[in-house]
């Protein structure tokens, strides 16, 4: 399975990006697919995880602020960030596996996002 990210970038504090993650090769192993970030000097994180029935699983930080979702027809998943904060700069990495309850065995290569103050 290969994954490639796309939609990070620079934005103000209190603006949107929107993440997006495209899965090839063999999509028929995939349960669930999500978003985690890491931040310079801090550990990987979890974002939100979505199953394939749209079951969904967020961080307490995250959640009212982030929307995770996932189109199964292009194997798909996708991260709306809304209201971001400075805080929130970090490598995004799109993850996949078996299902939302652990983390997948699959990682894109990750995309930059940063938020100015």
Do not use: H
């Not at 990210?5 to 993440?19: W, Y």
């Amino acid at each position: 399975v290969q994954l490639v990210e796309s939609g990070g970038g620079l934005v103000q504090a209190g603006g949107s990006l929107r993440l997006s993650c495209a899965a090839s090769g063999r999509t028929f192993s995939i349960g669930a697919m999500g978003w985690y970030r890491q931040a310079p000097g801090k550990q990987r994180e979890l974002v939100a995880v979505i199953n394939r029935s749209g079951g969904t699983n967020y961080a307490d930080s995250m959640k009212g602020r982030f929307t995770v979702s996932i189109d199964n027809a292009k194997n798909t998943v996708y991260l709306q960030m809304n209201s971001l904060k400075p805080e929130d700069t970090a490598v995004y990495y799109c993850n996949a596996g078996l299902e939302a309850r652990t983390t997948g065995v699959y990682w894109g290569q990750g995309t930059q996002v940063t938020v100015s103050s």
